[in-house]
């Protein structure tokens, strides 16, 4: 990470943040094309789609950089676990969308992180702090507000709280997988492999994309792998504390795409219940 110092005090490298809130605005674009094709398309084949051509464009840079080593040599179980639970999530959160508007599907879908600190206390006998026990208990009043917003559990959101869930797995996962591990090898790893693990649903859910659409399934990928590097880049320029509060900047953008392509307006209750989660997010990263 590189920095500014002031006196004796460092700054985070202002390219950092910037490469950081460009991916969390660009990543509705992804969640707005899923959306857009699961009209027409099953989601388990957009999510076949979404790691094909991200493994198209990922896996020329891994062959430049390293040739046919371009795998992770170390904690290959781990690697896998993660990708495992990473496509277990973003197809979750893909049929979530496919039913319920974007901005009610992320709210429900960040509690993955708050989820997170839950497994770390148990799996790697983390210690329970007052920070954390206040941010589980925002994040817990948030979800139980979204849960049910209408006095009724509707599927869409279950599968959207099912992906938060799986994203926590992954979370943890990638604790142990990226302890000696090059980004990229990891980014085009998780590419390869989860195009492989979807293969099976696609061909059995399968359409051939039309004239019209194949440029959307092109954009799904592109911004799927441009989104990731972006992040790679910023925390090699910022650290963790600093850019984590970010994330949320994707609620904002989440919002705006799902108002401008699809005319939805997110209820009192989503946006009650999406306030406190990120309460419970922030307290856990913002220092005093």
Not at 11 to 33: E, S, W, Y
Not at 127 to 136: E, F, I, P, Q, V
């Amino acid at each position: 990470m590189q920095s500014n110092k002031v006196g004796t005090r460092i700054l985070p490298d202002h390219r950092g943040i910037a490469f950081m809130a460009l991916a969390m605005l660009l990543i509705p674009l992804v969640d707005g094309t899923a959306k857009y094709l699961s009209e027409t398309y099953s989601p388990f084949f957009i999510s076949w789609a979404r790691y094909a051509v991200a493994s198209c464009l990922v896996l020329p840079l891994a062959i430049w950089l390293y040739g046919w080593r371009m795998f992770p040599r170390e904690h290959l179980g781990a690697h896998f676990m993660r990708t495992l639970f990473l496509v277990a999530a973003m197809t979750s959160y893909f049929l979530a969308i496919s039913e319920i508007p974007l901005a009610l599907a992320l709210s429900a879908y960040f509690v993955g992180p708050i989820i997170a600190v839950i497994l770390s206390v148990l799996l790697f006998r983390e210690r329970l702090t007052l920070r954390k026990t206040a941010s589980l208990a925002l994040g817990m009043a948030g979800a139980l507000i979204i849960l049910q917003p209408a006095g009724g559990m509707e599927r869409g959101i279950l599968l959207a709280f099912a992906a938060g869930f799986l994203f926590a797995l992954y979370l943890i996962a990638t604790r142990r997988a990226s302890q000696h591990s090059d980004p990229v090898r990891t980014l085009v790893f998780q590419c390869i492999v989860g195009t492989v693990l979807l293969s099976p649903q696609a061909v059995a859910t399968a359409a051939l994309p039309t004239s019209g659409t194949l440029l959307f399934f092109l954009a799904l990928g592109f911004f799927s792998s441009f989104c990731h590097l972006l992040t790679i880049f910023a925390f090699r320029w910022s650290d963790a504390s600093t850019l984590a509060p970010l994330v949320y900047v994707e609620l904002v953008g989440t919002a705006l795409v799902g108002y401008l392509a699809f005319a939805e307006l997110p209820s009192p209750a989503t946006i009650a219940g999406a306030v406190l989660i990120v309460a419970g997010g922030l307290v856990l990263v913002v220092r005093r």
